[in-house]
């Protein structure tokens, strides 16, 4: 059973700065890709950030020179700095792996429970 798990999410002022954590545990034999994605009040989930197993990533225009994905692949953990933070930034936070567990042939997108985070003074 595969799970994926976030943290760091909370309440901070417009300007400030959250980092978040999404560790996947379970019987993994490899994870591809990791991102995050959001979902505002009465707005679709949108793509943040996401980053492919050797390092290259990708962002939203949105949070372009604001946010940093990051992972450590021993760890099987993927992060999201987010600095200079404004309220239009506040949303579920989702974390999502493109992961194969043990036993299967091929890799499913597996999310995490979603962690908020509010931006507001």
């Known amino acids: 059973q595969v799970q994926l798990v976030e943290s760091g999410g909370g309440v901070v002022q417009p300007g400030g700065s959250l980092r978040l954590s999404c560790a996947a545990s379970?019987?993994?034999?490899?994870?591809?890709?990791m991102g995050w994605y959001r979902q505002a009040p009465g707005k679709q989930r949108e793509l943040v950030a996401t980053?492919?197993?050797?390092?290259?990533?990708n962002y939203a225009d949105s949070v372009k020179g604001r946010f940093t994905i990051s992972r450590d692949n021993a760890k099987n953990t993927v992060y999201l700095q987010m600095n200079s933070l404004k309220p239009e930034d506040t949303a579920v936070y989702y974390c999502?792996?493109?992961?194969?567990?043990?036993?299967?042939?091929?890799?499913?997108?597996?999310w995490g429970q979603g962690t908020q985070v509010t931006v507001s003074s």
């Open positions: 379970g019987s993994i034999r490899s994870i591809y890709a």
């Open positions: 980053i492919t197993r050797s390092g290259s990533t």
């Open positions: 999502n792996a493109d992961l194969q567990p043990l036993g299967l042939m091929w890799s499913r997108d597996y």
